[in-house]
């Protein structure tokens, strides 16, 4: 299926990343897309149902989506969409998954702070500190200084524009896809608008 769909949404989970054996960064994380309702009887908002997404960015989008998005950060997705049927110790079910072609922060909610880096972007043969991070608190810009949490990101060696490299096995997607006992039970808490 070749469906794209845009979802806004709020990041469940701490984004994933990882870096196959053949250099590919994958960051996958969980979405909820709750819904918001006006009661006529009440005259008030209420929440809806909540829809769940599992997305998944590769190459620089992923690279990007790790050292940019949070829990809790409320984002725009937009990508293909695949569903699929899965069972798993006598349970089953259904996923949405989005193979993501663009991540950014809902201004709807807030601010962000916007910083270009070169157009081929890799975590595969960063230098410690060869990159500046964004403060997540202030906004601020931190020259060449290394993060832990977020390492720092370098030019990739070919010159390729990311759209050249779409998509990626099922099976490294696989990888990332959380069972059924990590997806999580409960409502997101909506912030009162």
């Known amino acids: 299926m070749n469906d794209t769909i845009t979802v806004c949404g709020i990041v469940a989970t ?27 009887q009440t005259s008030t908002w209420g929440n809806g149902p909540t829809n769940w997404y599992t997305v998944t960015a590769f190459r620089s989008l992923a690279a990007n989506v790790n050292r940019s998005l949070s829990k809790g950060d409320r984002v725009l997705v937009t990508g293909r969409v695949r569903i699929r049927n899965w069972e798993r110790d006598g349970r089953g079910g259904t996923s949405v ?3 993501a072609e663009g991540i950014g922060h809902d201004l709807a909610w807030g601010i962000s ?53 779409q998509g990626a096995d099922d099976s490294v997607a696989a990888l990332l896809e959380p069972g059924a006992d990590e997806r999580p039970d409960h409502p997101v808490t909506l912030d009162a608008a």
């Open 113 to 165: 702070n916007w910083m270009r880096l070169p157009r081929h972007v890799t975590e595969a043969n960063a230098a410690p500190g060869s990159s500046p991070r964004v403060d997540h608190e202030t906004g601020e810009v931190h020259e060449d200084t290394p993060d832990a949490a977020h390492p720092p990101v370098d030019a990739a060696p070919d010159d390729t524009h990311p759209d050249d490299h």
């Open 14 to 40: 701490e984004p994933r990343h990882l870096v196959t054996e053949t250099g590919i960064a994958i960051t996958s994380l969980r979405l909820a897309s709750p819904s918001r309702r006006w009661d006529r």
């Open 97 to 99: 998954e989005i193979d």
